[in-house]
C-alpha cells in the first residue's frame, strides 16, 4: 500500500501532528508512506521510523517537481492535513485512490465555507479503519500525547537547562529581552550547567552573553534541526519564549519554562507528556498579536526573574537526573 501524507509548515504545527503521524504507522504497518513536506518536517522527523521516503518543498513551484519525482508512483490514499495552495496543487498533481482531508478540502477553502477540523480519531476513520479498532487506540491517553522522537545523551555531571533567549526576528514582542535571561543565568551558572541554544539571527546577542558568563555552552547558530532536536532533549529543562525551540522542548518531553508576552498561551497546548509552566503577563493589552510593541514593553517586567528562577529550581528537583 502507497500513503502520501502532505503537511509543510509550520514548525509547532508539525510537532503537534506527532500523534497522527504515529497513529497512521500503527495502523499502516506495511504501508511504504511518503512525507511530502519542508525540511524542517524531515528534520523533525527523518529519525521517527513513520516514514518510508521524504520529499521536500516549500513554494507553489515546487509543486510541479515534487510531482515529477512521483509520476511513477500512484498512492493508494493521499492525506492532506494542510489546506493551502500548495498542498492542494501538489494533491491534485499525484497519482491516486482516494483522498482524505484534516480541514477543508479545496471548494470549502475557496468559497470559505465553515468546516469543522478532525481531531486524531476522526482523521484515523476517515481513512476508512476499523471505526472499534480506532475507539480502541484513542481511548489509550499516551495517543493523543505528543512523544517526538529523539536521542538523548548525557551532557554534563551537573543538569542542564537549556536557554532560547531569542525568537523569529519578527516577532520581536515574542522576546523577553537578553538582559531578563542575562540575569537568570547569572543566578543559574554556578550550580548548573547552561546551554545555550537558538538560531543564526541570535548569533550576536548569544556571543554577548557567552563573553558576560564564560562558563556556558553557546550552540547558537551551530545546530541543524535534528541536532537542537536532540540537544534539547538531553536537557534535565528549558527555559525559552514563544518559539520554535519551545515546541520542540514540549515535544521530546524536557520540563520547559515558556514565557509568552505578546502571543497566547494556547500556543502550548496541553498534549504533552511533560511539566510545562508558562509565564504570561496580567496586562490589559496582552496578548496583543502586534510583532513590534506600540508603547514601552511593559509586559517584559512583569514577569519577575526571581519567579523564573524559583521555579526553574523547583522543576529542577523534580527532573530526573
Known sequence: MNIAIIRFSSLGDLVTLEPTFRALRHFYPDANITFITSSIGRDLFK???????FVIGKSKRDAFQIAKKLRATRYDMVINLQSNTLSFLVQSLLKKERVVYKSKNFFQKYLKLPHKMKDLCETLLACGIDAKRVEEYCAEPMHRRVLLPAKKQRLS??????????SSPQWISKQWGEEKFAQVIERLIDEYEI???GAKAEEDMAKRLAARFGKLRNYVGKTNLQELKNLIASCDLFIGNDSGPTQIAAGVGTPVIAIFLSTSTKHLEDIYT???VKFAPQIECAPCYKKRCPTNYECRDIIAVEKVVQTAKELLGEACV
Open 274 to 276: 511533560n511539566t510545562i
Open 195 to 197: 546551554v545555550l541554544i
Open 47 to 53: 529519525d521517527s521510523g513513520y516514514f518510508d521516503a
Open 157 to 166: 555531571q551537573k543538569k542542564c537547562i537549556a536557554i532560547a533567549p531569542g
